[in-house]
């Protein structure tokens, strides 16, 4: 496992009784401005498909998925650590080929668009980057991610909301929602700058490996 991923927290697992279905049962919990479910797959299987008709903000708690984006990727390993950002309309093809010796668990955070766009406009007028040439925007390409402390934590937050019994957590989403699109839009950002690096070695890139290693 990659040493820079941080792992989230899990839900305990239902029993195969407690299931309406054995692969991808579906817990969900709605507030007012996102949908969280947990997702759980307790038997092998094949081409499983998941649609997202607004944006999606995924990330794997237990198991392996080996999985693309319908229209984007190839297939690629999907391990706990791991966030997968899903655009509007895209549909993930998912294999669980171990899930019958260890069940796969994995969270969905589909978000409402209007709440999106508020935040970023929000961020872009009253706290705008140093660099005027770029805005706070979530970056769709950018859709594969390795958990950082931030991120995880922040991802932490929600789902506890999410969970709990409280007359309150609609107001408590929306402030953690936020934090949430933050830490994911840093993290792409890192992201971006660490594989621009690797691809050109620079001065500043070689200032930046040592000050990684040191």
Not at 15 to 41: A, D, G, M, R
Not at 110 to 133: G, M
Request: glycine share 2%; with cysteine.
């Amino acid at each position: 496992m990659n040493d820079n991923k941080f792992l989230l927290n899990t839900p305990e697992l239902k029993k195969e009784n407690q299931l309406l279905h054995l692969v991808e049962n579906q817990t969900k919990f709605n507030l007012n401005n996102c949908e969280f479910s947990i997702y759980e797959t307790h038997q092998s299987a094949f081409g499983v498909k998941l649609h997202f008709d607004t944006i999606a903000f995924t990330a794997m708690l237990r198991g392996r998925k080996y999985m693309k984006l319908e229209n984007k990727t190839p297939y690629f390993d999907y391990f706990p650590g791991e966030s997968v950002l899903v655009a509007p309309g895209e549909t993930m093809v998912i294999d669980f080929p171990d899930a019958d010796e260890t069940p796969s668990q994995c969270i969905s955070l589909s978000l409402n668009p209007e709440f999106i766009e508020n935040s970023l406009n929000h961020l872009n007028y009253s706290f705008a980057k140093v660099d005027e040439t770029s805005t706070w925007n979530l970056q769709l390409d950018e859709y594969f991610l390795f958990n950082n402390q931030s991120l995880a934590s922040a991802t932490n937050n929600i789902m506890r909301i999410a969970m709990d019994d409280n007359s309150q957590k609609d107001i408590m989403a929306d402030f953690a929602l936020k934090e949430l699109l933050i830490r994911l839009m840093q993290t792409q950002a890192r992201t971006m700058v660490e594989k621009n690096l690797a691809k050109n070695k620079s001065r500043i890139g070689f200032v930046v490996d040592y000050i990684k290693k040191n």
